[in-house]
């Protein structure tokens, strides 16, 4: 492990004052797990294929909270064609003048999480860090330990939202580089149902990081819909940890949309109690000298538990791309139920992806199957498309556009399928441009 300064700690001081005890303990160690093991390196197995030097190496600096013109004008970009109750943060820090929550039903928090923390609310005291304690990720104790604020969700048992929450996290950097570290907590209670939107997006030329952390606690029979959006700009760097409680009867539905980031890593941890139900979908497209890293992991913890998993990536350039997926069924999970797909369009000789689906399985009455493909546009299908008056470019774009659809087609929400339509098809007439 590589050792490097800390970026976007607090104080000492800052730890010690105006902060629970239990709390402080969490920083504490985090801090001194960091310290001791610093950044990963190619030489651990989880990141061999992605080199986080270039974080390393950096010097960022908290960002700044900055309501300017152009936060503003961003914030109403990314809310105005989504029919949702928008919950803003700007590097971080929860923006209350562009945040709106007084549509939800009675009960239900959407907010900071700082102000939760500060109030004694039970669900952050119960819940926080119940996940991310046991991840080993160094990451994600930087995020512990540097963290300002990020979103509290709760939904009390048996609510049911109307609309979706909207969780945006604004990023900038004025004259240095600058990183945040959201910290987020989403309780969904027995028998709720919800929608949840999480948009991280920034300033398209800056050099920033956002190190985000966010654990979902799913109650019994509980429904919730997670949709992350990541379009960050082309210069920022993007490592998110999901960690997910699934408790007996829940379901999850979970879908994965990177657009941009220079070098970006999601790692997704879901636990599966009995008769729970997981799905994971995600798209990545990557152009240039992008880089996108998804790792995730499946845990069938109890019996009758059912997992379905599809991922696929479109690159181009001399972009690259890891898959990881893990799917672990423990001993006493029979009765598991778990498919996952990976798949993989290269539109160019010098685009890279190395993917690796796994299964671990120590029960034997299960159905588990995985699998991974990494293919390139088939000729007889553009050979139909040009012989009907099409031209090159577009007939790529159209035979890219459909592979990719497959996964903006499971998402629920009209309004937000249109915007991600728009910039699934900007972000391909570049890469049908570029590769053609």
């Known amino acids: 492990m590589t050792t490097a300064a800390t970026p976007g700690f607090l104080s000492e001081q800052e730890i010690l004052n105006n902060i629970p005890v239990w709390l402080r303990k969490v920083r504490e160690d985090a801090r001194r797990r960091f310290a001791t093991q610093g950044y990963p390196t190619t030489r651990n197995e989880e990141w061999k294929y992605t080199n986080v030097a270039p974080i390393a190496k950096t010097s960022f600096q908290p960002g700044e909270y900055n309501l300017d013109g152009s936060i503003i004008a961003l914030a109403a970009r990314l809310t105005a064609s989504i029919e949702a109750a928008p919950v803003v943060f700007i590097n971080g820090q929860y923006c209350a003048e562009l945040s709106d929550s007084e549509g939800l039903p009675h009960g239900v928090k959407a907010g900071s999480l700082w102000e939760a923390i500060q109030q004694g609310d039970a669900d952050v005291t119960k819940h926080f860090g119940r996940s991310a304690g046991s991840t080993q990720s160094a990451f994600a104790d930087l995020n512990a330990a540097g963290f300002h604020d990020g979103a509290f969700v709760s939904v009390p048992a048996g609510t049911v939202l109307e609309k979706p929450i909207h969780l945006v996290f604004l990023s900038t950097a004025e004259g240095a580089p600058s990183v945040s570290h959201p910290r987020n907590l989403i309780v969904i209670g027995a028998r709720s149902q919800a929608s949840l939107i ?8 800056d050099l920033y990081f956002t190190n985000a952390v966010t654990e979902i606690v799913a109650q ?26 699934q408790a007996r009867n829940s379901t999850l539905v979970c879908h994965s949309l990177s657009f941009g ?16 139900e997981g799905t994971l979908n995600g798209l990545y497209v990557a152009g240039g000298k992008q880089h996108v890293d998804n790792h995730t992991t499946i845990n069938h913890a109890k019996p009758h538990a059912a997992s379905h998993e599809l991922y696929k990536g479109i690159l181009n350039g001399q972009s690259s791309a890891v898959f990881n997926g893990k799917v672990i069924v423990e001993k006493d999970a029979q009765k598991t139920d778990a498919k996952q797909t990976n798949r993989n369009l290269l539109l160019s000789g010098d685009a890279v992806i190395n993917t690796k689906p796994e299964l671990q399985i120590y029960a034997d009455d299960v159905r588990c199957t995985h699998g991974a493909t990494i293919g390139q546009l088939e000729e007889n299908a553009l050979f139909y498309l040009r012989s009907r008056g099409i031209g090159q470019e577009e007939a790529r774009r159209i035979l890219v556009h459909a592979f990719a659809r497959e996964i903006i087609d499971r998402i629920k929400l009209k309004d937000l399928c249109a915007v991600l339509e728009e910039e699934l098809d900007k972000r391909l007439r570049t890469v049908t441009s570029e590769a053609a």
């Open 198 to 205: 999480e948009t991280y997006s920034g300033s398209e030329d």
């Open 220 to 245: 019994e029979d509980a429904v919730l819909h997670r949709h992350k959006v990541q379009r960050e700009g082309i210069r920022a760097f993007h490592v998110a940890n999901l960690l997910v409680q």
């Open 261 to 276: 980031g220079a070098l970006v890593r999601n790692d997704v941890n879901v636990v599966l109690s009995e008769g729970a």
